[in-house]
């Protein structure tokens, strides 16, 4: 069993909303950021591998998995913004590790944009901001009332979206399945999704006016950048690593083969020594900073 296996999340509040993450080990902060309509459990594997020598913490976004959803919209400087409020309530004032996934990733992207001192480096995993190109389930999303039906939650269709996000579909495990029918059931889920596929793009795909701006803005900030990506990816193409590479030339970049849209759960060891080595030779320590308290409830 892994150190951290057993250990439940907690719940925070932020700005007057429940908040639920998971808060392990000491050690430079590090932030663990999902896609959309996912939750923190994508980030399982890397939250119990990293605890032994980070503090770790990762977090619902808001309206997803057992987070409540913010009382502005949620488009993606909202995201941003709440998660400089999120470090900011569990006491963490040095600049913290992003590692996001799909939209996870756009998220971290935004906070070093618009708040770069709060941020020590960028992982980047299978990241939404990078080309047009999704997969025809979320531009389906963006019609209306086409979308709202879609959502529907059923076992089917959270069976289909497990085998999808997944090149071995040995991953796509009951458990995950089960899991997946639960938050599709959540009050909010359906309105929050919504919400953010009809703000990041349309039937045609991304939106190309906030990927241009964020990641000029990115660049600009010359943050330590790491970029990687499933070459057999369904959501996010991986051909969108080479216009990572072009947008981003100082990030190291990776393309893992036969690997889908969650490397950090499909390649777990392997994505792992890859994080640490790039903070290691990439990054500095972050110093400075009380330590982090992290005051929640059950």
Request: charged share 25%; glycine share 8%; hydrophobic share 40%.
């Amino acid at each position: 069993m892994s150190a951290g296996a057993g250990l439940r999340p907690r719940h925070v509040t932020v700005d007057g909303r429940r908040v639920r993450h998971r808060v392990d080990g000491d050690g430079p902060p590090v932030v663990l950021l999902h896609g959309i309509g996912r939750s923190l459990r994508d980030f399982t594997e890397q939250h119990e591998l990293l605890a032994s020598r980070f503090q770790v913490h990762s977090v619902d976004l808001p309206g997803f998995g057992g987070s409540l959803p913010m009382a502005e919209p949620c488009t993606l400087p909202a995201l941003g913004r709440f998660v400089g409020r999120y470090l900011d309530t569990v006491g963490v004032d040095q600049p913290a590790h992003l590692v996001g996934n799909s939209l996870g990733g756009a998220v971290a992207m935004q906070v070093a944009a618009a708040e770069p001192d709060r941020v020590a480096s960028l992982a980047l995993v299978n990241s939404a901001g990078f080309g047009q190109e999704v997969t025809l389930a979320l531009r389906l999303l963006t019609l209306r009332p086409l979308g709202r039906l879609l959502l529907r939650p059923s076992r089917a269709a959270a069976r289909r979206v497990e085998r999808t996000l997944f090149h071995d579909p040995s991953f796509a495990t009951d458990e995950r399945i089960a899991y997946a029918l639960e938050l599709a059931g959540q009050p909010y889920t359906a309105r929050v999704m919504l919400e953010t596929c009809r703000h990041l793009g349309t039937f045609r795909g991304v939106r190309p006016q906030w990927r241009d701006e964020l990641l000029a803005r990115v660049a600009e900030r010359h943050v330590p950048t790491l970029i990687v990506w499933g070459d057999r990816d369904l959501i996010l193409p991986a051909a969108h690593l080479d216009a990572a590479r072009a947008r981003l030339p100082k990030a190291r970049t990776h393309l893992f083969t036969d690997c889908g849209h969650l490397p950090q759960v499909e390649r777990a060891e392997e994505f792992h020594r890859m994080l640490v080595d790039f903070w290691a030779t990439e990054t500095r320590p972050a110093t400075g900073g009380r330590a982090a308290t992290v005051a929640a409830t059950d």
